[in-house]
């Protein structure tokens, strides 16, 4: 199929994004711009979790698999996640859901506010869990490095308040940041008690959800194509539509 590779520029972009925001980041921060700042620091979040993070945790995006593992450990590292945890546990999801064994997905079943409160604890939680179900020595000591890097990536934010407060309020934001993660990915997209595999997850069409989550809103088509790399899930939405009007799958639509 052809969605299952990526040109070299969308390739070249994928990678190196969450390093230009982080960058950007720190140049607007030391320089008193704030707002950009702010700005940069949340587009980082979303550059990675769901997007070229996604992508190594899935290993879809073809490189070289050292390479892959390099690269999902130093771009969560860099959001204060361990890299493998998140593989580890997102993989599981795809096997499981909507099983109650599915620690990525709890979130799914819980109300609102429960979820916002899971988010707290979201990423601690993913860890625990990690560590307890690999199989394998050197990935269980792989995560736990990850586990140590991101501690210490975050006494040094801490400590460095005496200097300046820039990687402090870095660290703080991309903890917000990783907050929402269980109402994004799971509480809003997912209905796990439908009635099969094709009505327990959400389908999302329309303009406004385009806009809103950055052509992002396609977690059906992810569930079913996991292969396909994140720049080309709108091609795979627009592919998959009719097949969807004839198994009479309802999209979520807001008009505007």
Same mark, same amino acid.
């Given at each position: ?6 040109? $070299?520029?969308?390739? %070249? ?12 980041? %720190?140049?607007?921060?030391?320089? /008193? ?49 361990? $890299? ?20 990525? $997905? ?40 990850? /586990? ?28 917000? $940041? ?25 389908? %999302?069409?329309?303009? %406004? ?48």
């Amino acid at each position: 199929m052809d969605l299952l590779s990526l040109s $070299g520029f969308a390739l %070249f972009v994928t990678l190196v994004t969450p390093f230009v925001f982080c960058t950007l980041f %720190f140049l607007f921060a030391f320089a /008193g711009y704030w707002p950009l700042a702010v700005l940069s620091a949340m587009a980082l979040s979303f550059s990675t979790y769901g997007s070229t993070s996604h992508d190594l945790v899935h290993e879809n995006l073809r490189i070289d698999k050292t390479l892959n593992l390099i690269l999902l450990t130093v771009v969560e590292a860099m959001c204060f996640r361990s $890299g493998h945890a998140y593989k580890l546990s997102h993989l599981h999801h795809h096997k499981q859901y909507p099983n109650l064994d599915d620690v990525e $997905g709890a979130a799914a079943r819980m109300t609102l506010f429960r979820t916002l409160i899971e988010g707290v604890v979201f990423q601690v939680k993913l860890y625990k869990w990690a560590i307890f179900h690999v199989k394998g020595e050197k990935y269980r000591m792989l995560i736990i490095a990850e /586990g140590i890097v991101v501690l210490a990536w975050a006494l040094y934010c801490v400590l460095s308040l005496q200097f300046t407060y820039v990687p402090f309020v870095y660290l703080c934001l991309m903890i917000s $940041g990783s907050w929402i993660i269980p109402l994004i990915t799971s509480y809003a997209v997912h209905t796990p008690d439908g009635a099969d595999e094709l009505h327990q997850t959400r389908l %999302f069409r329309g303009r %406004f959800y385009s806009i809103i989550a950055f052509d992002h809103l396609y977690h059906l088509e992810h569930h079913m194509y996991p292969m396909v790399p994140h720049k080309n899930w709108r091609k795979l939405a627009a592919r998959l539509d009719d097949y969807f009007k004839r198994q009479n799958i309802k999209a979520i639509h807001v008009r505007i």
